[in-house]
């Protein structure tokens, strides 16, 4: 399992999956994002991306859309997403990465600090009221200095070994297989007799 950038021909793998998600693609741009991929059989498992917005005072770094696909959840592959984004912020010479998100613990695991509406510079105010009004109700704004950012050794391991969940091939059998009405409890099917 590695993190990669996202490359041309992953932009529509990526639309598919945040507007499955119900993620934010607000201004989107493929090359703003990274993708996690299982080397093993080349698979897509999670993404995420940094959004740049610039204002009078210079320009500011969101981390935004950060997603991992069901089978992959719980690998640290969310956590890799989100350490190569602050990485590339940091790289870029973002000293503070700042995050609108309504999962606030998953982000404090990394060293993300919740923080006051004002505090946020006035151009990353606008986006919380937009992304509150349309997407994410619970979302609240977070910031980090990248340097501090801090990968939990749990998560790190699990990446190690990150592998898809087994899907049920299985389908379950229901009433409705057999005939039977579920809610009257009576034969849909004629037998003849």
């Known amino acids: 399992m590695y993190v990669r950038d996202a490359r041309n021909r992953d932009e529509a793998w990526l639309l598919d999956h945040i507007e499955a998600m119900e993620l934010d693609e607000t201004a989107f741009r493929s090359r703003d994002y990274v993708i996690a991929v299982d080397e093993r059989e080349n698979e897509r498992a999670g993404f995420g991306r940094v959004r740049i917005h610039k204002t009078d005072d210079g320009e500011v770094c969101e981390l935004t859309s950060i997603g991992v696909l069901e089978e992959w959840r719980g690998q640290g592959v969310g956590a890799h997403v989100v350490e190569r984004?602050?990485?590339?912020?940091?790289?870029?010479?973002?000293?503070?990465?700042?995050?609108?998100?309504?999962?606030?613990?998953?982000?404090?695991?990394f060293g993300f600090e919740r923080i006051e509406v004002e505090q946020l510079p006035d151009k990353l105010q606008d986006r919380l009221t937009e992304k509150q009004d349309s997407l994410?109700?619970?979302?609240?704004?977070?910031?980090?200095?990248?340097?501090?950012?801090?990968m939990p050794s749990h998560l790190r391991e699990a990446f190690k070994g990150a592998h898809p969940a087994e899907e049920d091939t299985e389908p379950q059998e229901g009433p409705e297989d057999f005939g039977i009405d579920p809610d009257e409890a009576t034969y849909k099917y004629d037998t003849g007799g």
Not at 85 to 108: H, I, N, W
Request: glycine share 4%; charged share 30%; aromatic share 10%.
């Open 85 to 109: 984004l602050v990485t590339t912020a940091r790289d870029d010479g973002f000293e503070v990465v700042y995050s609108l998100t309504g999962e606030p613990d998953y982000l404090a695991q």
């Open 136 to 150: 994410e109700p619970d979302a609240v704004p977070m910031r980090i200095e990248a340097e501090r950012f801090r």
